[in-house]
Every structure is written in C-alpha cells, then in structure tokens.
C-alpha cells in the first residue's frame, strides 16, 4: 500500500491552485507518471531533495512530492515535452 495515499498526494500537488480553476492533477495516471520520472532522474545520479537513508528511488519522490519539494506543471506551464517535473530547491 501506498503511503500516503493517491488521494493525499493529488491534494498536495493542487494545493496551490485557486478556486475555480483546473486542477494540475487529476488522476492517479499522473502522480504514478510524477514519481515514475522522478525516481528515474535520481536513479541517474539527481540529488534527494530529502533524506533517503537508504530508501529506494521511488520511495523518496513519493517522500519528496508529498513534503512539496518537487512540483508537477500543468501542461501550461511546461516547457518542453521532457521536463513536467519542476524541482524545487531550499535556500
């Protein structure tokens, strides 16, 4: 089982998004794309935004989308087709 949940992630993904507009996320498809990408860019050598000790890849995008330190774009605001994963970095 997924902890946390789709259902919890999909709210942390659209947090941000007034009232009334489109959700970045809709459905579980994208938090599985989401994570899918990010576990790939940390198996390829990508920093953990959080502390992994030791956790798999994709166990610490989950971690890193759930305490907000990746953000999903919306098809608007993405740049290029490879790219739909912004990471945030703490200063």
């Known amino acids: 089982m997924l902890h946390p949940s789709y259902t919890d992630l999909m709210k942390v993904v659209n947090s941000e998004v007034e009232e009334g507009d489109t959700p970045v996320v809709n459905s579980r498809y994208s938090i599985v794309l989401a994570t899918a990408k990010r576990a790939r860019q940390l198996i390829g050598g990508a920093e953990a935004l ?3 000790n030791g956790k798999k890849p994709l166990s610490v995008a989950v971690e890193e ?3 907000g330190k990746i953000k ?3 098809e608007d605001e993405t740049l290029d087709e490879e790219s739909d994963i912004q990471v945030q970095t703490e200063e």
Do not use: A, G, Q, R
Request: net charge neutral; proline share 0%; charged share 20%.
């Open 50 to 52: 959080v502390y992994d």
């Open 72 to 74: 999903i774009l919306s």
């Open 65 to 67: 989308l759930n305490k």
